[in-house]
């Protein structure tokens, strides 16, 4: 018996080369990207909050080392970041957070709330453009695709007062434009991300021109609207979404544009998943409804769908999720809190403590992190362009197959499955992969022509790969 370990399989063959793209909507499987190839592009990664602005307890924060998160990034095969903002420059969750730096620069006369100069809106700061584009460059340069995040709705509706809005650069206060987020008086600012106020949507249209102008020519670039903002942005989220995809019309390329889960601290401002599924963006991230944690639904080609533990648990998940996402045609992310720190959830499901400095990476997502590292692997051996989520195939009911080629099964128990190869011919090559260990285990080969039972040679969940001609 011949025993291999995937680890090694996917060390060696992650390569250097860069990313490539725009990414498109595959013609053929709208579930997956299309680099531009044909090929079919399966994207999955781990992703943190300071991965784009220093954030942190201390005034500066410290500086977040890029290169070492894309050395973490290619150590575990993964091929997607979410690169997060944050609109406020100082908010709170039970312990007081610095972000930094600002698209806008604070060249304002007077003193904001934070005690720092006030902003000036009409000037953009270069240096917060010039950061994203290296990174984005950096990340390409190791094969790895980014989504920009360009708004960031959590800690306007869930972290705590005053520091909600009063780290805010459309806080009148806060700067020497008069743009005040906040009409209404209740010190949080949620209006900002409405269509309410013209003014605003105006520099949150040169703000998005801006970022667009600086990666336009990149090739692994996509883009997420807003991280968590409530229902109430629904329509402006839209005109967004639209905005980028127009302006990007008189561009040399287009990219994917995507709308996540619209959480909200208050219940009636939560949005649901018909919402994304109804955008106009070409991807989306949904929430734990419809069994998104447990049982995934099947992918339809409605929406290429980034199934992200951030809005499925905050911080959560296991290696079955994983598998069953990717069987179920889902692209797997994972919110990591990277650094061994302390995280607290409060009854209200809000996160805290997350950013404090520490630099030691927390050994306990490992599996979560291992098995994204190990779909990825298996995804670039398939034909993904020809392959469909089939829980007919299998008595687990988590197969992605193309029938009569190759068939991956995830057995979530273990034990003994049941694989329909009614539309295979001839013998076929079986393999075992322990998800514990990244252990692949070749087995007897199969005949195609009729259902098969299978039996994993190990105890715990496990995957099953059956193909011709490999």
């Not at 973490?72 to 709170?92: D, H, S």
């Not at 743009?179 to 605003?200: F, H, K, Y």
């Not at 649901?272 to 944690?293: C, I, Q, V």
Request: hydrophobic content about 35%; proline content about 6%.
């Amino acid at each position: 018996m011949v025993i291999l370990s995937l680890v090694g399989i996917f060390a060696c063959s992650f390569s250097a080369a860069q990313a490539v793209g725009p990414l498109a909507v595959h013609s053929a499987n709208p579930r997956y990207f299309d680099d531009g190839t044909g090929k079919a592009v399966y994207l999955t990664g781990s992703h943190t909050w300071n991965n784009m602005k220093d954030s942190g307890q201390t005034d500066p924060p410290p500086a977040f080392d890029f290169d070492g998160y894309l050395d973490f990034m290619q150590k575990y095969n993964f091929n997607f970041i979410r690169l997060w903002t944050w609109e406020l420059a100082k908010y709170e969750y039970k312990t007081t957070i610095y972000s930094e730096p600002s698209p806008w620069l604070r060249t304002g006369t007077g003193t904001a709330l934070d005690g720092k100069p006030k902003f000036d809106l009409e000037k953009l700061n270069q240096d917060y453009f010039d950061r994203l584009r290296k990174r984005i460059i950096a990340a390409r340069d190791r094969g790895i695709y980014v989504s920009v995040m360009l708004f960031e709705g959590h800690g306007l509706h869930a972290s705590l007062a005053p520091w909600c809005w009063d780290g805010h650069p459309f806080n009148v206060n806060n700067n020497v434009n008069g743009i005040n987020g906040d009409p209404d008086g209740d010190g949080r600012g949620l209006e900002s991300q409405t269509m309410q106020i013209p003014a605003i949507t105006k520099l949150q249209e040169a703000y998005v021109r801006k970022t667009i102008d600086t990666v336009n020519d990149l090739d692994n670039v996509l883009y997420e609207i807003g991280n968590e903002i409530g229902n109430y942005s629904t329509e402006w989220q839209y005109h967004i979404i639209n905005y980028i995809h127009d302006y990007e019309k008189g561009k040399p390329k287009q990219h994917p544009v995507g709308m996540t889960f619209q959480f909200a601290r208050v219940a009636e401002n939560r949005g649901k998943n018909s919402t994304l599924f109804n955008s106009p963006a070409e991807w989306m991230s949904p929430n734990h409804d419809d069994g998104y944690r447990d049982n995934p639904p099947a992918a339809d080609g409605s929406k290429i769908i980034l199934s992200d533990t951030d809005h499925l648990w905050g911080i959560g998940g296991n290696q079955a999720w994983v598998w069953k996402s990717f069987c179920r045609g889902l692209h797997p992310i994972f919110m990591d809190p990277y650094a061994k720190a302390k995280e607290d959830k409060d009854e209200d499901g809000v996160w805290t403590d997350h950013l404090t400095g520490a630099t030691t990476l927390d050994p306990q997502w490992d599996p979560i992190r291992k098995n994204m590292g190990y779909t990825l692997a298996y995804a670039n051996r398939m034909n993904l362009a020809l392959a469909t989520p089939r829980n007919d195939l299998a008595s687990t009911k988590y197969c992605l197959a193309n029938p009569g080629t190759e068939y991956l099964v995830y057995l979530p128990d273990g034990g003994e499955v049941t694989v329909d190869l009614s539309a295979a011919s001839g013998t076929l090559a079986v393999e075992w992969l322990n998800p514990d260990t990244g252990e692949t285990t070749p087995a007897e080969t199969a005949t195609g022509g009729d259902k098969q039972a299978f039996t994993a040679p190990f105890d715990g969940d496990a995957v099953l790969y059956i193909a011709s001609g490999k």
